[in-house]
């Protein structure tokens, strides 16, 4: 029973172009939602997040978009450059966190190419 | 900035082979995570720690043990390795009395049981 799922496993965008990853959920209770990149070899990186009281939280060229009737979530990369190339996961918790207990999706691979 | 540091990056070992991966944070975090990452699965959450000689079974204990002794570090222990245990394993922690705040992940450990 996958409660968070990113159904794309891979993404290519042009150089300079959006990238728009997408996330659904199931479980109504999360109200953390976070995104972390990971290249090859490395640990993840946390990257932005945001709480179900938001749908819209920026940080330099990454958003994040929370739709919460659609119990959707989607990272917005603009423009996108070569070294965001790198597996994103999305990952959700309940309770804000303080459990620290996090639910994470397949991952998306995001390929730009120059 | 929080630093956690796993102590191996590769290992191989062998099938039968009690194996012990090494987890130490030095943030004075409360919370410290095992996961495993494999293709298509995301990351999978093994075993957790609130606090020292406490542990959780995560989603998928079977086959690990933990040992938390002092608050920043945390083991993970393979009983018997077996080759369906090879796989990228992540080690995170975070601050548990805090709410809305990321895990931060070691760079992982590849481990291969041959």
């Known amino acids: 029973d996958q409660q968070v799922k990113q159904n794309s496993p891979s993404l290519s965008v042009q150089e300079g172009r959006i990238s728009i990853l997408n996330c659904d959920y199931t479980?109504?209770?999360?109200?953390?939602f976070l995104w972390y990149k990971k290249y090859p070899a490395e640990g993840p990186t946390f990257l932005i997040s945001?709480?179900?009281?938001?749908d819209k939280n920026e940080d330099g060229r990454f958003t994040v978009f929370l739709n919460k009737s659609a119990k959707h979530l989607s990272l917005h990369i603009v423009p996108s450059q070569p070294g965001d190339s790198a597996v994103y996961f999305c990952?959700?918790?309940?309770?804000?966190?303080?459990?620290?207990?996090?639910?994470f999706g397949q991952g998306t691979e995001l390929s730009v190419k120059p | 900035d929080v630093k956690v540091t796993q102590s191996s990056r590769y290992l191989v070992k062998r099938t039968g082979e009690k194996v012990f991966l090494e987890c130490v944070q030095d943030?004075?975090?409360?919370?410290m995570f095992w996961y495993r990452q494999d293709p298509g699965l995301g990351l999978r959450l093994i075993y957790f720690?609130?606090?020292?000689?406490?542990?959780e079974k995560g989603d998928i204990p079977e086959g690990y043990s933990v040992s938390r002794e002092k608050k920043e570090r945390f083991s993970l222990i393979l009983e018997s390795a077996s080759t369906n245990q090879t796989s990228m394993y992540l080690c995170?922690?975070?601050?548990?009395?805090?709410?809305?705040?990321?895990?931060?992940f070691g760079d992982g450990t590849r481990l291969s049981i041959l």
């Open positions: 479980n109504s209770m999360f109200d953390y």
């Open positions: 943030m004075d975090h409360e919370n």
């Open positions: 945001i709480s179900s009281i938001k």
């Open positions: 990952a959700a918790s309940e309770g804000g966190n303080q459990g620290g207990k996090l639910i």
């Open positions: 720690s609130y606090d020292v000689k406490m542990k």
């Open positions: 995170a922690s975070t601050n548990g009395g805090t709410a809305y705040q990321p895990q931060h």
